[in-house]
């Protein structure tokens, strides 16, 4: 029996996409009885390998990144087969909305994590071409994979809304903070307040920047909460995504560029300590499949505010604070309760620590391994 791992995105991807393929492989390879192969999509002057990973056997193709979706996309269309870049698979997983066609007989068994349907949802924040081949070929893949695993029950109930998933087939596994997401130093946080040149008191948003992050209402509601609480300043750590310029835009509008701080990129070595320093961790988003940031910043000790919108309920649980994403006097209400009690900062920072300690990569591990042995047939987990 040879498990493949499409870990594409692992290699090639650092956002939330990478982050799931990375831990869930390292966490698999640890209650597997058999360590899985790798297959990923090489792409010259961005593929980086999993760190940490004991030797495995790998294969790859070298294609762009468009030409690689158009292959697949394609094969599937056709009733192609590509299992001669899986030598001896049998059985496969795609981490990722790519479906390698499998399809000559004997079939393979496939599954296939389904992290969002965004670009169903918000077809306007999503440039024209991905939107199309999105809408055109992830149809088919769900249709084509033997079980699929959605990361929050909000993605399940997209799948069976637009595409008419029968539920049985869909298993929700849900993500978790890596480990070294915990509770830093007071001296590690001092190191990178000064490192960063962070604020005293300011608002934290992780992710890219992208129109679904919402962070425009965000500016907005800051320079409304400025009136009141005159120090505030709001940190963005994420890179430039898609459709990012009217957000630079509406920076320059409402003149709040020297409130807007945006350190570059911040290693894993020190993001925790970032999540720390924060007066509270902000996700106004209006649509997550998972919001990876609010559980890590949990995790490091950080109140979480956030959009009462999609997935984001079920991480927060009845820790953190919600708000409307589309109403920026509801955004502003949400976060001014926080920011005017200490009290309750405090009780959020304690409650959250163990709010993200109810998720963890070795329970996802289980659960993913129990979704292939369901469609294999047999034990592949160690006794």
């Known amino acids: 029996m040879t498990l493949y791992l499409d870990v594409s995105a692992g290699v090639n991807v650092s956002s939330g996409l990478g982050r799931y393929s990375r831990s869930l492989t390292h966490a ?11 297959f990923y999509n090489y792409i010259e002057g961005r593929t980086k390998p999993i760190e940490g990973l004991p030797e495995l056997a790998a294969t790859r193709v070298k294609l762009g990144y468009k030409a690689w979706r158009m292959a697949v996309w394609m094969g599937q269309l056709t009733g192609r087969d590509f299992r001669q870049l899986t030598p001896g698979v049998t059985l496969f997983h795609a981490m990722e909305h790519l479906l390698m066609p499998l399809n000559r ?3 393979v068994p496939t599954v296939m994590t389904v992290h969002d349907l965004i670009f169903e949802l918000f077809p306007e924040h999503h440039k024209r071409l991905n939107h199309v081949f999105l809408t055109r070929a992830m149809p088919l893949f769900v249709k084509r994979a033997d079980a699929i695993i959605a990361v929050s029950e909000a993605s399940k109930r997209d799948l069976i809304e637009h595409y008419g998933t029968p539920g049985e087939k869909i298993t929700v596994v849900y993500e978790a903070a890596d480990t070294h997401f915990q509770l830093p130093t007071p001296a590690k946080i001092a190191e990178v307040r000064t490192k960063y040149h962070l604020p005293e008191q300011f608002l934290l948003v992780v992710g890219a920047i992208e129109p679904r992050k919402n962070y425009s209402r965000l500016v907005e509601a800051l320079m409304i909460l400025r009136q009141k609480h005159t120090d505030l300043k709001l940190v963005v750590v994420g890179s430039k995504g898609w459709l990012y ?42 649509y997550e499949g998972f919001g990876l940031p609010i559980l890590e910043a949990m995790a490091c000790g950080s ?6 919108s999609s997935s ?11 708000f409307d994403p589309l109403s920026i006097d509801s955004m502003v209400g949400g976060l001014d309760t926080v920011l005017n009690d200490e009290a309750l900062q405090q009780k959020m920072r304690i409650e959250g620590l163990g709010q993200a300690a109810k998720f963890s990569w070795e329970r996802a591990a289980k659960e993913t391994i129990g979704v292939y042995e369901q469609i294999f047939g047999q034990r592949l987990s160690k006794i």
């Not at 109140?303 to 009462?308: A, D, E, G, I, T």
């Not at 984001?312 to 919600?322: D, I, Q």
């Open 28 to 38: 698999l390879i640890r209650h597997l009885a058999k360590p899985p192969a790798l």
């Open 105 to 107: 007989q004997p079939k």
């Open 245 to 286: 310029e009217p957000f630079f835009q509406r920076i320059k509008e409402l003149q709040a560029g020297e409130h807007v701080l945006f350190p570059g990129y911040v290693p894993d070595d020190d993001l925790p300590a970032v999540y720390s320093a924060a007066t509270i961790t902000v996700m106004a988003s209006v």
């Open 303 to 308: 109140p979480v505010v956030c959009s009462q």
């Open 312 to 322: 984001l309920p079920e991480l927060g649980g009845e820790v953190a604070h919600y």
